[in-house]
Nanobody
Framework: QVQLVESGGGLVQPGGSLRLSCAAS????????MGWYRQAPGKQRELVAA???????NYVDSVKGRFTISRDNAKNTVYLQMNSLKPEDTAVYLC???????????????WGQGTQVTVSS
């Protein structure tokens, strides 16, 4: 069974920083993509930042220059450093991973439960 566990959310003032972590555990053969989505009340879920299967990184335009995604492959962990936070960054941040459980298996998406990020004075 695969689990994705996020940590690092919380309440921060505008202009502040937070660092999110997401660790994937379980019987994992290979991770092809991994990253972060967010969902604010009344809005659609949007991709924030992610490593693609080809190894490149995608960011949504609204976070470019402020957020940085990184990873530790040995730990199956991805991080999201969020700087210069704005009230509009307030959302539940969800980690996802596109992975396979064994050689030859079709990759599937797995999701964490989410961590709340609130940016407010």
């Amino acid at each position: 069974q695969v689990q994705l566990v996020e940590s690092g959310g919380g309440l921060v003032q505008p202009g502040g920083s937070l660092r999110l972590s997401c660790a994937a555990s379980g019987s994992i053969f290979s991770i092809y993509a991994m990253g972060w989505y967010r969902q604010a009340p009344g809005k659609q879920r949007e991709l924030v930042a992610a490593f693609t299967p080809g190894g490149s990184i995608n960011y949504v335009d609204s976070v470019k220059g402020r957020f940085t995604i990184s990873r530790d492959n040995a730990k199956n962990t991805v991080y999201l450093q969020m700087n210069s936070l704005k009230p509009e960054d307030t959302a539940v941040y969800l980690c996802y991973a596109d992975l396979s459980l064994f050689r030859g298996a079709v990759p599937m998406d797995y999701w964490g439960q989410g961590t709340q990020v609130t940016v407010s004075s």
